[in-house]
C-alpha cells in the first residue's frame, strides 16, 4: 500500500516530531523543582504548540528539528503521490503501456567545483571580499551548468544526440563567459599570490608557473592520442590548486611595500636650501648697506 520511499521518510518525520517535542522539554530550566515537566504542565504544552501555549528550551534546536518532521513529511507525501516513479504505476495510468526507460546521465567535474566554490564562499565571508565574489561566481556558474547538463541528458533516449544538444547551446555560453570568469580568477589569484611574496620570490613563482604550464602544454602536444578526461582533470586540478593558493595568499595578507617620497623630500630640501640663502643673502647686504 505505502512505498518504500514514503515509510523511509515518514520514519525521519516521526522521528523529528518526537525528538522536537523532548527536545523542547528537557533543554529548558533544569535548576527548577518543576525540571523536565513533570509537575509543571507548562513545559509539555509549550512544546506541544510549538511554542504558543508556553515556553520551550533551546530554541535553534528545537526550529531544526521541527523542520526536520515538515521536509520529511512532504517528501514522504510526494512520494506517495507519485508512487516512487515506479513503472507498473505509471503504466496503470498510461493505458499498459511502460514509461521509455532514459539512459544514464554523463558525469562531469561540476559537482566538485561547486563543492569547492561553496566553500570558497563560506571562507570569504570571514577572511576578504574578493575570495567571496570568487566563491560566489563559481557556484552560480556551477548551478548553470549543472541545470543545463540534467535538462540535455533527459532531452532524447541517444546519449550522443544530448551531448551533441547541449553543445550547440551551451557552447557560445561557456566559451565567451565561463573564459572570462576564469581569466577573472586567475587575474585576481595570481596578484594576491604575488603581493603576498617577497619582490624576489614574486619573480622566481612567475617563473616556476610558467615552466609548469609550458610543460604540461608541450607534453600534450607532442603526445599522440590525450583522453579528453585527462585533460580536463589536469585543468580542474591546476584551478583548484591556483584558487586555494590565492585564497591562503590573501588571508596572509599583501606583504609591506616601502613607498618612495621623492617629491615631497626634494620640495623640503629645496626649500631649505632656498631659505637658508635667501636669508643669508638678504642678511649679507642689509649689513653691507648700514656700514654705507
Known amino acids: ?24 522539554v528537557v533543554s529548558g530550566d533544569g535548576g527548577g523543582a518543576d525540571y523536565l515537566g513533570f509537575l509543571d504542565t507548562e513545559a509539555w504544552t509549550g512544546a ?5 501555549k508556553g515556553g520551550i528550551g533551546d530554541h535553534v534546536g528545537y526550529i531544526v528539528l521541527v523542520m526536520l518532521f515538515i521536509c520529511s513529511s512532504w517528501l514522504a507525501i510526494m512520494l506517495t503521490a507519485f508512487r516512487d516513479a515506479d513503472p507498473e504505476a505509471v503504466a496503470e495510468l498510461n493505458g499498459g503501456e511502460l514509461p521509455p ?8 567535474f561540476w559537482p566538485v567545483i561547486g563543492a569547492f566554490g561553496f566553500g570558497t564562499l563560506v ?6 571580499t574578493a575570495i567571496f565574489v570568487v566563491g560566489l561566481l563559481v557556484i552560480v556558474a556551477t548551478i548553470f551548468e549543472l541545470m543545463m547538463s540534467a535538462w540535455a541528458d533527459r532531452a532524447t533516449s541517444d546519449p550522443v544526440a544530448n551531448a551533441e544538444l547541449r553543445n550547440q547551446i551551451m557552447k557560445p555560453v561557456e566559451v565567451p563567459v565561463l573564459g572570462t570568469i576564469g581569466i577573472a580568477v586567475a587575474v585576481l589569484c595570481f596578484s594576491r599570490i604575488f603581493l603576498t611574496v617577497s619582490k ?5 613563482v612567475a617563473v616556476i608557473i610558467s615552466g609548469i604550464v609550458f610543460l604540461a602544454a608541450l607534453g600534450f602536444a607532442l603526445a599522440e592520442k590525450v583522453n579528453r578526461n585527462l585533460v580536463a582533470s589536469v ?50 647686504h642689509h649689513g653691507e648697506g648700514h656700514d654705507k
Open 200 to 204: 624576489s620570490w614574486a619573480i622566481w
Open 48 to 52: 506541544l504548540s510549538l511554542g504558543w
Open 123 to 128: 571562507m570569504g565571508l570571514v577572511t576578504h
Open 1 to 24: 500500500m505505502f512505498s518504500p520511499g514514503f515509510r523511509l521518510f515518514f520514519g525521519f518525520a516521526g522521528f523529528g516530531l518526537i525528538a522536537a517535542f523532548f527536545y523542547g
Open 235 to 284: 585543468l580542474a586540478f591546476g584551478a583548484i590548486a591556483l584558487l586555494a593558493t590565492g585564497i591562503v595568499s590573501a588571508t596572509v595578507g599583501e606583504r609591506e611595500i616601502s613607498h618612495h617620497h621623492v617629491g615631497e623630500h626634494s620640495d623640503d630640501h629645496g626649500g631649505e636650501h632656498s631659505d637658508d640663502h635667501g636669508g643669508e643673502h638678504s642678511d649679507d
Open 101 to 108: 526507460a532514459q539512459g544514464p546521465v554523463s558525469y562531469n
